[in-house]
C-alpha cells in the first residue's frame, strides 16, 4: 500500500484536532504487507519565560521531535482511524523534560563543583566528610585514634565506607587511613595549587561523584536542592538563549513550578543567599543572574 497525498493531509489534519493542538508530524511509514501507518509525532508546548530586569516576557516552545509512534488504520476509502491515550504522550513529554533537566544539572554539577565547599550549609551538614578530607589532604592521614574519640562513631564509619567505596580514601598497613587515587589525580591535575585548593577540588569531586550515594544511602537531599534552583535558572536562560535577571519572587515560583518541591519561600531565598555568596549565582541589585560560560555549555542541548 503506498501512502497518498489525501491519506498523509487527513492525518496531518487529525493529531492536532483530535490528539492535541502542540503535536505535529514528524515522519509517515507504512507497514509492509498491511493496511497500517505509523506515523512519528513531536510536540512543541509554549512557555513564558520572564526577565525582570528588562520587565520582559519572552515566548518560547519546548519542542521535542520524535516524541511518540502512532498507529493508524486505513480502510479502502482511505479514511484513517486509531486508538490513543494523549495522556500517554504528554507523560513522555514530561519524560524528556526530565532528561534534559537531569543533562543541565550534570553540567552545571561538573562547572560547579569546587565551590559547593563555599555553601555553608553544605559544608556543615557534610562536616565529618570535610573533616576526614581535611585529615588525608592536608595532615596527610586520618587515623584510628582519632575516628576512636569521635563521638558520633557509627556515623563517621558510613562516610568513611563510603570515601574508601569512592577512591578518596584507602586504608594502609597501619589501619589509618591516607589520600586515595582520586586527591593524588588532582592534585598532580591542579599540578601549582595549595592544599586548601586541593581539598576544594576533593570536596566538590565527592558531593558530584557521590551524589546518588549520598541522597540514597545517607539520606541528604541539600545537595539536590542547590543544584535543582541553579538548574532552574539556566534552564530558564537557556530557552531564551542569553542570560536572564530573576527576583526572589520569578525565581521561586519557576522552581516550584519546574521542580515542584515544598520548600518555604524565606527558606529559599537563604539557598539563593547561599549561592551568591559562593560565586555560583552572581546577585545584581535585586536581581539574580548566572555566568554566560555555563550557559554556552548548556546551550549545546537545545541546539
Do not use: C, W
Not at 562547572?111 to 557534610?126: G, M, V
Not at 586520618?142 to 564509619?157: A, M, N, V
Not at 542569553?242 to 521542580?259: A, G, P, R
Amino acid at each position: 500500500m503506498a501512502i497518498g497525498q489525501e491519506v498523509i493531509n487527513k492525518i496531518k489534519r487529525f493529531i492536532p484536532l483530535k490528539i492535541g493542538t502542540n503535536l505535529y508530524v514528524n515522519e509517515i511509514a507504512e507497514v509492509s504487507g498491511t493496511n497500517k501507518i505509523v506515523v512519528s509525532i513531536g510536540i512543541s508546548v509554549p512557555r513564558i519565560i520572564y526577565d525582570d530586569s528588562l520587565q520582559k516576557q519572552y515566548i518560547k516552545f519546548i519542542r521535542f521531535d520524535n516524541l511518540y509512534k502512532i498507529e493508524f488504520d486505513i480502510n479502502e476509502k482511505s479514511e484513517i482511524s486509531t486508538i490513543i491515550n494523549p495522556a500517554v504522550i504528554y507523560d513522555k513529554f514530561a519524560q524528556r523534560e526530565s532528561r534534559l533537566i537531569f543533562n543541565i544539572e550534570n553540567i552545571i554539577l561538573d562547572e560547579i563543583y569546587p565551590k559547593l565547599i563555599e555553601i555553608s550549609l553544605i559544608k556543615n551538614n557534610l562536616r565529618m566528610i570535610y573533616v576526614i578530607l581535611a585529615g588525608v589532604v592536608a595532615n596527610k592521614i586520618f587515623t584510628q585514634r582519632e575516628i576512636d574519640r569521635f563521638p558520633k562513631r557509627e556515623r563517621l564509619k558510613k562516610y568513611i565506607s563510603f570515601l574508601e567505596q569512592y577512591g578518596i580514601i584507602r586504608k594502609n598497613k597501619e589501619g589509618d587511613y591516607v589520600a586515595g587515587n582520586i586527591p593524588i589525580e588532582l592534585h598532580n591535575a591542579l599540578k601549582n595549587k595549595d592544599e586548601n585548593e586541593v581539598l576544594r577540588y576533593t570536596f566538590g569531586y565527592v558531593l558530584k561523584d557521590g551524589r546518588k550515594y549520598l541522597k540514597d544511602e545517607l539520606n541528604l537531599h541539600m545537595l539536590d536542592t542547590f543544584i535543582s534552583i541553579a538548574t532552574t535558572y539556566y534552564y530558564l536562560s537557556a530557552r531564551v538563549g542569553k542570560l536572564i535577571q530573576l527576583s526572589n519572587d520569578t525565581f521561586f515560583n519557576e522552581f516550584n513550578e519546574i521542580y515542584n518541591k515544598n520548600i518555604n519561600s524565606s527558606k529559599f531565598v537563604g539557598y539563593l543567599t547561599e549561592l551568591n555568596t559562593s560565586y555560583i549565582l552572581n546577585k545584581k541589585g535585586s536581581m539574580y543572574l548566572g555566568d554566560n560560560l555555563i550557559l554556552d555549555k548548556i546551550k549545546s542541548l537545545f541546539s
